[in-house]
Structure formats: C-alpha cells, structure tokens
C-alpha cells in the first residue's frame, strides 16, 4: 500500500471554494492519509479570546467563541448548498451539533480561565487546539457529499505527547504503534481526516507541538506508517529563494535537502515548521511542498541529498530579534564563564540564533521576549549584560562562498551603508547569519537577494 500523506493550512482551509479544493485533490490520490489546519486566523482568535477571558472580559470572548460557530456553521451550510446531495440534511445537522459541542466545551475553558484571572499554558493549548477539532470533523463530513468516504480520525488518538504545553514534544514509540490503525481505515476504503498542530499527554490533556504545528503532526504520521511521500499543501509553489510576499523576484526551488530546508524553517521561513522534517528524513520519506490553488505546478521535492552549484542556496529573516551581551567579570573567565551563560539560556529555554564569543565576553542574537529583563538578574554572578533590541537577523542558507573577497563583492557590497551588530559564518553549515537594526532588515534582503539572484 504506497500512502501519501497530505497536509493542509488555514489559508486551504479558508472557506468552502477552498474546502472544495482541497477535498478534489485528496480525490486524486488511492491511499491519502489528510491532516488539516484551522480555518484561516481561528487559532489566533481562540488565543486572543484565552487572553481576553484571563483578564476578566468574559464578554469579549464569548462573542468571539460566537462568531467562530458562525463562521464555521456558514461554511457548511455554502458548501452543501453548492454541492447538492441526497444526504446532505444528515450532514448538516451532524455538522451542526458537533460545532455546538465543541463551542459549549470552548466556552466552558474561558469562563474556568475567567474565573483563575490568569492563560495557564495548559489552558491556552486546550483552547488553541479547538480550531482543528472543528474543522477537521467538518472537513470530513463535507467530504461524504461529494462522494469521498472520508472519516474523521481524533488527533488525540494518535498524536501521544509529553507535558510541555504550547511545544510539546512527541513520543514517537507511541505515535508509531497508534497510527498502525490508519493503515486498517484505508483498507477499509476510507480517506481519514485528522487535526494537526495538537495531541495528547500521559495524563490525558490536550497539548500543542507549536505555533504552525500541523506540518509537525503530518511528518510524525508519515513516518509512523512509512509514507511514500509527505505533501505540504500551501498557498505557494514551493520554498522559494526568498519570502516571495517581500521579494516579487524570488524564485521556486526545485529541490533542496532536509537539512537546507530545516535551516530555512528556523531562520524564519513561513512556509514549514522548523521540526517538520526530522521525522521524515529518519525515513528517509521525500516531501514535497506545493499550491493548493496551482495543483499542477511540482513545487519543491525536500530530499536527504541535494546538489546545488549556487553561491548561495536561498535566504531568510528574523524580525523582532535582539542581541544579548554578557562581559564576564575578571574572576570569571574561560570556559566556566560560557558554561553559566549557557545554562541560563537553557534554564529559560531560549533558542539561539547566532553567536559571537571571546574568552571574557558573548554575544547572542535570539527572539526578544519579556523574559530577556530578568536575565540581567540571572547572569549577575557571571557579568555584565548589554541588551539591544529592534534588531533583525538575515539568514544565507546554503552559501557556499568561503572566500573573504567573494564575501566582499558578491553579498557585503549590498551592506556597505547598513550598520551591522553582528556577523557569523559557518563553512560546515553554510550558514552567513548577519544582525542588524530591524527597520533596515527588509529592505536589506530585497538588495542582497537582488545582488544574488
């Protein structure tokens, strides 16, 4: 049995022309296992109505829960009347009930949260998740009146999880031995539908894998069944030289490597999760980015090997980043020194993005947050810290120039007016990672992508 796994985001999920879309190409494929997003911005109205009810304004986020039903219910309804079939009613009112389910349990988690005057991590993943419950059961049911037997699989069936509520971390034994009954629905002749972005703990709670988590549940599933391959459906063509929204000229890659494409995801290209890929490239399972809106165009293959002869393979960037300085005092040098900063960093799990040391001093470039002031507090047994923040973080993927005048003609040329806070580069990795302040960053990249590409 060859499966393909296909995923699909909110802007497929966006209403019912696009339901449409999505259910004609699962019709295409004899063994599709789908896993579906949110409808467009749902996940971010549930979290604002999380915020909303923890700071007493119950009100406000009732109405949203409100016109979430609404939405989702008017979705429905368009839908079957644009597709007429026999069962229809039957759908509707299964559609119906199953929403007003859902929104009655939403509502039941902002009034506890209104009631603790505080967002629980635990809590706003257990109403950030509802958004994929709803749709992916509506999804399905939409699917029988088009004559697809497609069947609403639960994600907390399969997608078995530890407890670190908003990026949670999979048990890939378990995930493995769950989805073991996918292969029993398909033979079955059924298409199973399932939520992305979200599981299940030990004890039984609803936990996410992260913002843009859907990607993450489609590559654990993939590799659980051994998948043929694993799609990415997307509103785009594939992984691009650049973000394609900022940079018209940016151009479809036709292939590129795990790794490559990892390094994309994590220096802040939209188009994957960051932990996407890792489980596919155990199994060494191809996955393929593509249009949902151009089904025929190839999009990009992701692949364990993958040649290119450019200077540089693609870019990307970083807003809303910041450079955090730490000069050790005199009795603290060495490697003791780099030892505490970094067990700060990992204390307050904060990813680093690029990283410039000497023996007494260090400067890391990370995503600002609150949680940076009170570093200042933690490293005063180690030294002095320096924070800056409205900085931007521009990423070469792939580059494969490791000589300094190339460096200089080829990429510093489009930076000689630009004040940079940092510069690192890595010949093993690839990797040309250049800080600077935010409000020149996008207009940075658009001069280096030009002068590369």
């Not at 985001?9 to 449409?20: I, N, Q, V, Y």
């Not at 199973?192 to 599981?199: A, H, R, V």
């Amino acid at each position: 049995m060859q499966i393909n796994v296909l995923k699909f985001g909110g802007t497929s999920m966006a209403d019912h022309k696009t339901w449409k879309q999505v259910l004609e190409i699962i019709s295409n494929y004899e063994y599709p296992v789908v896993v579906v997003s949110a409808t467009a911005q749902t996940t971010r109205k549930l979290v604002e109505a999380g915020n909303l009810a923890a700071k007493g304004k119950l009100d406000e986020a009732l109405e949203i829960s409100k016109s979430i039903q609404k939405r989702h219910n008017q979705i429905v309804t368009d839908f079957l009347e644009e597709n007429p079939h026999a069962k229809n009613k039957l759908i509707k009112d299964s559609c119906t009930k199953n929403t007003e389910a859902k929104i009655g349990k939403l509502n039941k988690l902002l009034t506890y949260t209104e009631r603790q005057g505080v967002l629980s991590p635990q809590m706003k993943d257990a109403i950030s998740a509802m958004g994929e419950q709803i749709s992916s059961y509506l999804l399905a049911q939409c699917g029988l009146a088009l004559d697809i037997m497609t069947q609403h699989i639960e994600a907390r069936k399969l997608i078995k999880t530890d407890s670190e509520y908003g990026k949670a971390n999979p048990n890939r034994l378990l995930i493995n031995q769950h989805c073991g009954s996918l292969e029993t629905v398909l033979e079955s002749g059924f298409t199973p539908i399932i939520g992305g972005f979200y599981g299940e703990s030990k004890d039984k709670t609803v936990t996410t894998l992260g913002f843009e988590g859907s990607d993450y549940s489609a590559s654990l599933i993939g590799a659980a069944i051994g998948a043929q391959t694993i799609e990415i459906w997307t509103d785009v063509s594939g992984v691009f030289t650049g973000d394609p929204r900022f940079i018209p000229e940016a151009k479809p890659l036709a292939e590129m490597s795990y790794f490559d494409a990892t390094e994309m995801a994590y220096f802040g290209a939209k188009v994957l999760h960051p932990s996407t890929l890792k489980p596919a490239q155990e199994r060494n399972i191809p996955v393929f980015v593509k249009n949902m809106f151009k089904p025929e165009d190839k999009g990009t293959k992701i692949v364990r090997h993958s040649k290119h002869d450019l200077d540089v393979l693609a870019l990307s960037f970083k807003q809303n980043m910041a450079t955090l300085t730490v000069s050790a005092y005199e009795t603290v040098m060495g490697y003791s020194f780099l030892t505490k900063v970094f067990a700060v960093l990992e204390e307050h799990r904060l990813a680093v993005d690029a990283v410039n040391t000497t023996e007494a001093s260090v400067t890391i470039a990370l995503s600002d947050s609150e949680i940076l002031d009170q570093l200042s507090k933690e490293f005063i047994e180690i030294g002095t810290v320096t924070l800056e923040r409205q900085k931007g973080l521009l990423t070469l993927i792939g580059c494969s120039i490791n000589k300094a005048d190339k460096l200089t003609s080829t990429i510093f040329s489009s930076l000689e007016k630009v004040e940079l806070n940092m510069i690192s580069f890595t010949k093993e990795k690839r990797i040309l990672n250049v800080v600077m302040d935010d409000e020149k960053l996008i207009e940075t990249t658009q001069k280096v992508h030009n002068q590369l590409f």
